[in-house]
């Protein structure tokens, strides 16, 4: 074989090595995709630089997305996993791997320091269910195979005047499991586990109906297969046929229209408020 043949299949192989680490750096930190965004969404970076999300925009790891008053946004993971943040909240991503099969590397890590979400699993936490795990001042809410909502109510905020501040965590499909310094109390479909602080035992209350609607009937979960995530689904996650108060509530009447994105809609699954 002669030099020049060499180099060929040297520098063929250089190049294929050299694509692979590429797109995995490319990946690298990578959380998710906006898919709906309506009213004014923001993410910050860790180096502290803010800018208004648009449909297509990347969440990388580290990200904080803040709502304002009335607005939304739908974000689709990586894993194929969904998370629709509520008006007037804050959701930090605190940590995403995923190599695109469940290898024991992949974490899925958020805190939310208010407002609320509804989050529905991809295939990080289907195997290993301690790396899926969402943060909060009261409680560490962790999954099986779940469909769930969150809520925190912040201490001197105008819906701390009509329902305690803490907490909130009501599933509609699969299972959560809310631990505090105290202890852990496992939360089912059409459960809600409250707390208040760290240091009080997790207890399992009627649905707040301030904070939370009651789902008639359970939506299909995230499959745990590979390849067999869950493309679409309907999300009504706030409240119905209440007025809302203002700070950390969500606004009028919303589950009666989809997300229209601002930015433009577009095909592809819309999760309802």
């Known amino acids: 074989m002669n030099t020049a043949k060499c180099m060929t299949i040297f520098m063929n192989i250089f190049l294929v090595v050299f694509l692979m680490v590429l797109s995995q750096a490319v990946y690298a930190g990578v959380a998710g995709n906006v898919q709906f965004v309506s009213g004014n969404v923001q ?28 607005a939304t946004v739908q974000i689709k993971m990586r894993d194929g996993g969904f998370i629709v943040i509520r008006p007037e909240s804050q959701l930090k991503f605190d940590s995403f791997v995923f190599s695109g099969e469940e290898d024991g590397s992949e974490k899925s890590f958020f805190s939310l320091l208010k407002g ?68 852990t109390v496992n939360v089912l479909p059409n459960q809600m586990g409250f707390v208040g602080g760290m240091d009080q035992m997790p207890q399992l209350q009627p649905i707040n109906l301030n904070i939370f609607t009651v789902v008639p009937a359970p939506l299909p979960q995230a499959k745990g297969g590979k390849g067999e995530v869950r493309g679409s689904t309907v999300v009504d996650s706030v409240i119905q046929g209440q007025d809302a108060t203002q700070g950390n509530a969500a606004p009028k009447n919303q589950i009666q229209e989809p997300i229209k994105g601002k930015t433009g809609g577009g095909a592809g699954p819309q999760l309802v408020f």
Do not use: C, W
């Open 43 to 70: 993410a910050t970076n860790a180096a502290g630089q803010t800018h208004a999300l648009q449909k297509g925009d990347v969440i990388h790891e580290s990200d904080t997305v803040t709502t304002a008053k009335d």
């Open 116 to 183: 609320g979400i509804r989050a529905i699993t991809g295939l990080i936490g289907q195997k290993n269910k301690s790396n899926y795990r969402i943060a909060t001042i009261n409680s560490t809410i962790g999954i099986r195979g779940t469909d769930h909502e969150i809520f925190v109510v912040v201490a001197g905020s105008e819906l701390a005047a009509s329902v305690p501040a803490g907490t909130y965590n009501k599933v509609n499909v699969g299972e959560t499991i809310m631990t505090t310094d105290k202890g």
